[in-house]
Protein backbone atom coordinates (compact mmCIF):
# COMPACT_ATOMS: atom_id res chain seq x y z
CA UNK A 1 0.00 0.00 0.00
CA UNK A 2 1.54 3.44 -1.05
CA UNK A 3 2.86 5.48 2.24
CA UNK A 4 0.71 7.95 3.68
CA UNK A 5 1.60 11.26 5.59
CA UNK A 6 0.91 12.36 9.07
CA UNK A 7 -0.49 15.32 7.65
CA UNK A 8 -2.65 13.91 4.82
CA UNK A 9 -4.21 11.58 7.17
CA UNK A 10 -5.11 15.07 9.49
CA UNK A 11 -6.77 16.60 6.92
CA UNK A 12 -8.48 13.38 5.79
CA UNK A 13 -10.17 12.95 8.88
CA UNK A 14 -11.12 16.51 9.61
CA UNK A 15 -12.14 17.82 6.51
CA UNK A 16 -10.97 15.77 3.09
CA UNK A 17 -12.84 12.51 4.61
CA UNK A 18 -14.56 13.60 7.45
CA UNK A 19 -16.98 10.73 7.94
CA UNK A 20 -20.08 12.73 8.61
CA UNK A 21 -19.79 15.45 5.99
CA UNK A 22 -18.29 13.27 3.29
CA UNK A 23 -18.70 9.53 3.42
CA UNK A 24 -22.60 10.28 5.15
CA UNK A 25 -21.45 7.79 7.71
CA UNK A 26 -22.45 7.37 11.60
CA UNK A 27 -25.72 9.18 10.70
CA UNK A 28 -27.45 7.32 12.74
CA UNK A 29 -26.01 8.72 16.22
CA UNK A 30 -25.36 12.03 14.41
CA UNK A 31 -28.90 13.04 13.49
CA UNK A 32 -29.93 11.25 16.75
CA UNK A 33 -27.68 12.99 19.53
CA UNK A 34 -26.87 15.77 18.21
CA UNK A 35 -29.63 18.32 19.81
CA UNK A 36 -27.24 19.64 22.50
CA UNK A 37 -23.80 20.62 21.99
CA UNK A 38 -22.62 18.54 25.45
CA UNK A 39 -24.74 15.62 23.52
CA UNK A 40 -22.63 15.64 20.74
CA UNK A 41 -19.55 16.30 22.55
CA UNK A 42 -19.94 13.23 24.90
CA UNK A 43 -20.92 10.58 22.25
CA UNK A 44 -18.14 12.14 19.81
CA UNK A 45 -15.66 11.47 22.53
CA UNK A 46 -16.32 8.44 23.18
CA UNK A 47 -16.27 7.23 19.54
CA UNK A 48 -12.94 8.56 19.52
CA UNK A 49 -11.90 6.63 22.24
CA UNK A 50 -12.98 4.01 20.20
CA UNK A 51 -11.82 4.57 17.03
CA UNK A 52 -8.36 4.87 18.62
CA UNK A 53 -8.38 2.12 20.16
CA UNK A 54 -9.72 -0.36 17.57
CA UNK A 55 -7.49 0.68 14.96
CA UNK A 56 -4.54 0.18 17.29
CA UNK A 57 -5.91 -3.12 18.34
CA UNK A 58 -6.93 -4.29 14.49
CA UNK A 59 -3.07 -3.14 13.64
CA UNK A 60 -1.15 -4.70 15.93
CA UNK A 61 -3.19 -7.89 15.15
CA UNK A 62 -3.61 -7.72 11.45
CA UNK A 63 -0.95 -10.19 10.83
CA UNK A 64 -2.59 -12.56 13.17
CA UNK A 65 -5.62 -12.83 12.07
CA UNK A 66 -6.46 -15.06 9.15
CA UNK A 67 -8.81 -12.97 5.94
CA UNK A 68 -11.51 -15.38 6.41
CA UNK A 69 -12.38 -14.39 10.21
CA UNK A 70 -11.19 -10.49 9.91
CA UNK A 71 -14.61 -9.01 10.09
CA UNK A 72 -15.86 -11.33 13.55
CA UNK A 73 -12.69 -10.46 15.31
CA UNK A 74 -12.76 -6.79 13.79
CA UNK A 75 -15.97 -6.55 15.44
CA UNK A 76 -15.37 -8.14 18.50
CA UNK A 77 -12.40 -6.09 19.22
CA UNK A 78 -14.74 -3.32 18.78
CA UNK A 79 -17.31 -4.55 21.23
CA UNK A 80 -14.33 -4.82 23.76
CA UNK A 81 -13.78 -1.11 23.53
CA UNK A 82 -17.47 -0.24 23.90
CA UNK A 83 -18.14 -2.13 26.38
CA UNK A 84 -15.35 -0.50 28.59
CA UNK A 85 -16.41 2.93 27.17
CA UNK A 86 -19.54 2.69 28.51
CA UNK A 87 -18.89 1.84 31.79
CA UNK A 88 -16.27 4.13 32.37
CA UNK A 89 -19.30 6.89 31.29
CA UNK A 90 -21.70 4.96 33.54
CA UNK A 91 -19.46 5.41 36.40
CA UNK A 92 -17.79 8.98 35.56
CA UNK A 93 -20.42 10.59 33.93
CA UNK A 94 -23.96 8.53 34.98
CA UNK A 95 -26.06 11.50 34.03
CA UNK A 96 -24.69 12.03 30.48
CA UNK A 97 -24.87 8.55 29.78
CA UNK A 98 -28.54 7.73 30.85
CA UNK A 99 -29.14 10.62 28.40
CA UNK A 100 -26.81 9.51 25.16
CA UNK A 101 -28.51 5.81 26.30
CA UNK A 102 -28.80 3.23 23.85
CA UNK A 103 -26.45 5.35 21.45
CA UNK A 104 -23.45 4.19 23.16
CA UNK A 105 -23.57 0.70 22.97
CA UNK A 106 -24.90 1.01 19.31
CA UNK A 107 -21.09 2.61 18.62
CA UNK A 108 -20.68 -1.00 17.51
CA UNK A 109 -22.24 -0.69 14.59
CA UNK A 110 -20.78 2.36 13.38
CA UNK A 111 -19.83 1.88 9.89
CA UNK A 112 -17.38 4.61 10.52
CA UNK A 113 -15.19 2.28 12.83
CA UNK A 114 -15.76 -1.34 11.10
CA UNK A 115 -15.20 0.79 7.91
CA UNK A 116 -11.57 2.19 9.09
CA UNK A 117 -10.81 -1.17 10.95
CA UNK A 118 -11.37 -2.54 7.11
CA UNK A 119 -10.08 -0.46 5.20
CA UNK A 120 -7.32 1.27 6.65
CA UNK A 121 -6.14 -0.23 9.86
CA UNK A 122 -5.36 -3.99 9.33
CA UNK A 123 -3.04 -2.29 6.19
CA UNK A 124 -1.03 -0.20 7.93
CA UNK A 125 1.30 0.10 10.66
CA UNK A 126 0.82 0.70 14.64
CA UNK A 127 1.19 4.73 14.57
CA UNK A 128 -0.16 5.91 11.30
CA UNK A 129 -3.56 3.27 12.64
CA UNK A 130 -3.21 5.37 15.73
CA UNK A 131 -3.14 9.03 13.62
CA UNK A 132 -6.01 7.51 11.19
CA UNK A 133 -8.60 7.09 14.10
CA UNK A 134 -7.65 10.43 15.91
CA UNK A 135 -8.43 12.21 13.37
CA UNK A 136 -11.18 10.40 11.84
CA UNK A 137 -12.81 10.50 15.55
CA UNK A 138 -12.19 14.11 15.62
CA UNK A 139 -13.35 14.92 12.41
CA UNK A 140 -16.43 13.01 13.73
CA UNK A 141 -16.81 15.05 16.85
CA UNK A 142 -16.59 18.82 15.19
CA UNK A 143 -19.13 17.62 13.09
CA UNK A 144 -21.46 16.03 16.25
CA UNK A 145 -20.40 19.04 18.39
CA UNK A 146 -21.20 22.02 15.81
CA UNK A 147 -24.56 20.52 14.28
CA UNK A 148 -25.42 20.14 17.88
CA UNK A 149 -24.38 24.23 18.55
CA UNK A 150 -26.36 25.33 16.33
CA UNK A 151 -29.93 23.29 17.10
CA UNK A 152 -29.37 23.84 20.47
CA UNK A 153 -29.02 27.87 20.37
CA UNK A 154 -31.62 27.70 17.48
CA UNK A 155 -34.35 25.51 18.81
CA UNK A 156 -33.61 26.74 22.45
CA UNK A 157 -31.84 30.25 22.94
CA UNK A 158 -28.75 28.11 24.43
CA UNK A 159 -25.57 27.08 24.17
CA UNK A 160 -23.36 24.39 26.57
CA UNK A 161 -26.42 23.98 28.51
CA UNK A 162 -26.17 21.21 31.01
CA UNK A 163 -22.00 21.05 30.52
CA UNK A 164 -22.13 20.10 34.36
CA UNK A 165 -22.68 16.91 33.38
CA UNK A 166 -19.24 16.44 31.81
CA UNK A 167 -17.26 19.19 33.34
CA UNK A 168 -18.66 18.78 36.99
CA UNK A 169 -20.75 21.54 38.83
CA UNK A 170 -18.49 24.31 38.66
CA UNK A 171 -19.08 24.57 34.49
CA UNK A 172 -22.71 25.83 35.11
CA UNK A 173 -21.26 29.37 34.58
CA UNK A 174 -20.51 27.66 30.62
CA UNK A 175 -23.89 28.16 29.81
CA UNK A 176 -24.79 30.98 27.23
CA UNK A 177 -28.43 32.20 26.59
CA UNK A 178 -29.68 34.41 24.05
CA UNK A 179 -32.07 35.37 27.18
CA UNK A 180 -35.71 34.86 28.38
CA UNK A 181 -37.75 36.15 26.00
CA UNK A 182 -36.40 34.22 23.02
CA UNK A 183 -39.06 31.32 22.10
CA UNK A 184 -37.04 28.88 20.22
CA UNK A 185 -37.54 27.23 17.20
CA UNK A 186 -38.89 23.70 18.05
CA UNK A 187 -37.75 22.28 14.54
CA UNK A 188 -34.36 22.55 15.11
CA UNK A 189 -34.55 20.27 18.00
CA UNK A 190 -37.18 17.30 16.30
CA UNK A 191 -35.66 15.45 13.87
CA UNK A 192 -35.94 16.88 10.88
CA UNK A 193 -33.97 19.77 12.10
CA UNK A 194 -30.97 17.37 12.23
CA UNK A 195 -31.80 16.96 8.68
CA UNK A 196 -31.99 20.20 7.64
CA UNK A 197 -28.64 21.28 9.69
CA UNK A 198 -26.63 18.46 8.37
CA UNK A 199 -27.63 19.66 4.76
CA UNK A 200 -26.59 22.80 5.63
CA UNK A 201 -23.11 21.55 6.54
CA UNK A 202 -22.73 19.59 4.12
CA UNK A 203 -24.09 22.26 1.73
CA UNK A 204 -21.16 25.29 3.56
CA UNK A 205 -18.36 22.33 3.15
CA UNK A 206 -18.83 22.06 -0.97
CA UNK A 207 -18.98 25.76 -0.94
CA UNK A 208 -15.61 25.96 1.33
CA UNK A 209 -14.11 23.77 -1.15
CA UNK A 210 -15.28 24.95 -4.14
CA UNK A 211 -14.03 28.50 -3.60
CA UNK A 212 -10.77 26.65 -2.24
CA UNK A 213 -10.56 25.03 -6.02
CA UNK A 214 -11.12 28.10 -7.94
CA UNK A 215 -8.31 30.04 -6.21
CA UNK A 216 -5.99 27.17 -6.98
CA UNK A 217 -7.08 27.38 -10.37
CA UNK A 218 -6.63 31.05 -10.84
CA UNK A 219 -3.14 30.99 -9.10
CA UNK A 220 -2.43 28.22 -11.52
CA UNK A 221 -3.38 30.11 -14.70
CA UNK A 222 -1.18 33.30 -13.36
CA UNK A 223 1.94 31.31 -12.87
CA UNK A 224 1.17 29.48 -16.12
CA UNK A 225 0.72 33.15 -18.04
CA UNK A 226 3.59 34.36 -16.47
CA UNK A 227 5.68 31.21 -17.87
CA UNK A 228 4.37 31.92 -20.78
CA UNK A 229 5.37 35.49 -20.94
CA UNK A 230 8.96 35.09 -19.70
CA UNK A 231 9.79 32.48 -22.52
CA UNK A 232 8.07 34.77 -25.20
CA UNK A 233 10.15 37.72 -23.95
CA UNK A 234 13.04 38.73 -26.25
CA UNK A 235 17.06 38.92 -24.52
CA UNK A 236 17.81 42.34 -24.37
CA UNK A 237 21.00 42.75 -26.25
Known amino acids: MADTGYGKLIKDGLWHNNQALVALLGLCPLLAVSNTTINGLGLGLATTAVLVGSNATVSLIRHLVRPEIRLPVFV ?32 VTNCTIIGRAEAFASKNRLDKAIIDGLSMGIGFTLALVTLGAMRELIGMGTLLSQAHLMFGEGARGLTISLGGDYQGMLIAILPPGAFLGLGFLIALKNLINNRIEQRKLIQSQQLQAKGEGSKGALPEH
Request: hydrophobic share 60%; no cysteine; glycine share 4%.
Open 76 to 107: LVIASFVTTIELVMNAYFHELHKILGIFIPLI
